[in-house]
Structures are given as structure tokens and as C-alpha cells.
């Protein structure tokens, strides 16, 4: 079975679930369009199955970088931020990876618009074929370790 990542974003109020995607040269970038969801509008069985449905997406062998690639503007758009810098400011991450019936949680640590985020390793929880509402408990658990 091949890992599949998705982050979680918690940013102004709002839940942003973004897929990624690894190339051939192990590069994860995101990969379709961030899901959008109201922090207090949404149960924790609802943010578990956008993560799940993020989690589906992620796939092996997109397309490598190129000088002019620009694997966040999917997100940029949405939110209709001009720069990755805006958007890092004051947001929160959990990353969820998931291989086989293993699903794993990392807090980050925002480490602003050039350095992005970073695992917070200390912080890290492993589940065994979460349900959505256990996966989406456990991630808003998570966003308390994440600064």
C-alpha cells in the first residue's frame, strides 16, 4: 500500500483540507482543490470524511516541479490571498497520513511564509482504521499542539 498525506488547516475560523500527491522523486505537493469548512458549522464525523476524501485523492506519480510551478495557488485562489506569506500568517496545520489501516497526526509548527511548517515529532499520534468521527476528533485534539 502506498501513504497517502493530506493536510489540515485551521485558518480564521475555517477548516481547509487540502490533498497531496508525491512525484516520482518523492516530492508531496498538493494536488486538487482544499475542501472549505466552518469551524464551529462542522461535527467532527464531517471534518473526518473531508480528510478521508483527501486522503483518497492522494496518489503516486504526478508531475515533478518546475521553476514555474506553483503547487498553491489551488489554495491562494480559493481564499483569494496573494501569496503563500498571507496565508501562513496565523494559521495552524495537523498533517494526516495514512497507510494501509495506520493513520498518523502530526502537529506543525508554523514557521511563517519562507520556512512554511514543520513536524512538531513530539506530538505525534498514531490511530488504527479511525472511523471519520474518531479521525476528526483526534485532528481538532491535535490543533492544541499546534503552533
Partial sequence: ?????????????????????????????????????????????QLGEAIDAALAQSREGVEELTRDSQ???????????????????????VEVYRDGDTVELTPQRNEGGRRGFTPIDTHMQTLTNPSPYQLGTEVITAFHKAV
Avoid at 493530506?6 to 482544499?34: F, H, M, N
Avoid at 491562494?76 to 494559521?91: H, I, M, N, R, S
Fill in 71 to 93: 503547487p498553491a495557488r489551488p489554495l491562494l485562489d480559493l481564499l483569494q490571498v496573494p501569496d503563500y506569506a498571507t496565508y501562513a500568517k496565523g494559521t495552524r496545520q
Fill in 1 to 45: 500500500m502506498t501513504g497517502q498525506l493530506a493536510s489540515v488547516d485551521l485558518r480564521q475560523g475555517e477548516y481547509l483540507v487540502c490533498p497531496y500527491s508525491r512525484t516520482a522523486k518523492g516530492i508531496w505537493v498538493l494536488d486538487g482543490k482544499p475542501v472549505r469548512l466552518s469551524e464551529t458549522g462542522t461535527t467532527a464525523e
